[in-house]
DNA sequence: AAAATAGTCAACCGTTCGGTTTACGGTTTG
DNA sequence: CAAACCGTAAACCGAACGGTTGACTATTTT
């Protein structure tokens, strides 16, 4: 397992927490926008959206180039990637490689038959 | 891809957003245990840890049978599963199947060059 | 019946959150 | 240069967060 820093995850975690932010991931996704860009979509102030785009620079999620007076934001999907390395370690909570593991278990059986 | 509902994809987020909290669910992913035992390894009053508890539960991450006075708590991975499928989204953003990709992309150069 | 145990509930406290408004600092553009 | 534009910063607001303490309810145990 790769143990991922605590607090990295903490904020990754609050970062994903909130519909708007998810929100312009998926935008971001698509390629880079601009601050005004990510804004524009939500019924809210551009201060209000400017700060969403820092929570998720803050958690790693948003990388920006200042290019005049515009601000260009694009994904860095490394941290997600983390996020989901953690989740990953409840796959075999809901996932049926049950197909694996029952394999797994009739032949320790098979082993105990035999010993 | 599998639309989830936002609202609950927020409580499950924020619930993953605490140390204390993922700490639990590792807990929990050995076996079910009380409250007091989830509160155990904490420098944190039984009350704090019941109120971790009660997020993990209100995010449908965490199931409980009261049983007694003891309440035990087991783990419900169906939400995490959800954030996972959220995450999975991003995943090629990260993974190196750009060798499919990239054998999709010669393929329509091929078809560029021909037409 | 009395005492110990497991846990919640309610009130409280300081901090953070999500959002606003206003003011401001750099660019472009006219 | 002046005006418009892009975005941040700061101050503020109410709500939620993470945590505490103290009182309380049930259940076990003795």
Do not use: N
Not at 65 to 80: I, K, Q, Y
């Amino acid at each position: 397992m790769v143990e991922i820093d605590p607090v990295r995850l903490d904020a990754v975690f609050h970062a994903l927490s909130d519909t708007t932010r998810r929100a312009m991931l998926r935008q971001l996704a698509t390629g880079e926008r601009s601050v005004g860009e990510l804004a524009a979509p939500y019924a809210m102030s551009l201060a209000g959206a400017s700060k969403h785009v820092k929570v998720l620079e803050a958690a790693g999620l948003v990388r920006r180039e200042v290019r005049g007076r515009t601000h260009l934001c694009r994904l860095d999907a490394a941290r997600l990637a983390e996020a989901e390395a953690w989740l990953s370690y409840y796959e075999r909570f809901w996932t049926r490689h049950l197909d694996a593991l029952e394999g797994l278990l009739r032949a320790e059986d098979a082993e105990g038959e035999k010993g």
